[in-house]
Nanobody
Framework: QVQLVESGGGLVQVGGSLRLSCAVS????????MGWFRQAPGKELEFVAALHWSATSTYYSDFVKGRFTLSRDGAKNTVSLRMNSLKPEDTAVYYC?????????????????WGQGTQVTVSS
C-alpha cells in the first residue's frame, strides 16, 4: 500500500505562485508514474500533469502547459507541482496520484493510489 500526502495549498492572488508537494510513502517512488488531478466545485475531476515513472516524459493538460512544472525528487520521495501565473480558474482541490501504468496517464482510472487533496484558491 502506497500512501500519498499533499501539502502546499493555500490562498494566492491572481498571477501568484504556489508549490504543491506530494510525499510518497514508498522508497521506490521511481517505480510509479505520478500524476496531479484537480477538482473545482461542481466540476469533474480533471487531469493536470503526469510524470512517467522513468522520468523521461512529462505530460501537461493544455490549460496548465507553460505555467505548471512537475518534478520528482527520488531522494526525498516527493513529487512537486510548481504552479506559476495562477488564474482564478485554477481554484480547485488538487490531488496527487500514483500509477503502475506507463501510458494513459491522463485517465484517473489508471491510477492506483490517491492522496487526500489540498485546496488551492486563487483570488482576484
Amino acid at each position: 500500500q502506497v500512501q500519498l500526502v499533499e501539502s502546499g495549498g493555500g490562498l494566492v492572488q491572481v498571477g501568484g505562485s504556489l508549490r504543491l508537494s506530494c510525499a510518497v510513502s514508498t522508497r521506490t517512488v521511481g517505480s510509479y508514474s505520478m500524476g496531479w488531478f484537480r477538482q473545482a466545485p461542481g466540476k469533474e475531476l480533471e487531469f493536470v500533469a503526469a510524470l512517467h515513472w522513468s522520468a523521461t516524459s512529462t505530460y501537461y493538460s493544455d490549460f496548465v502547459k507553460g505555467r505548471f512544472t512537475l518534478s520528482r525528487d527520488g531522494a526525498k520521495n516527493t513529487v512537486s507541482l510548481r504552479m506559476n501565473s495562477l488564474k482564478p480558474e485554477d481554484t480547485a482541490v488538487y490531488y496527487c496520484a500514483a500509477s503502475r501504468a506507463a501510458g494513459g496517464l491522463e485517465y484517473r482510472s489508471n491510477y492506483d493510489y490517491w492522496g487526500q487533496g489540498t485546496q488551492v484558491t486563487v483570488s482576484s
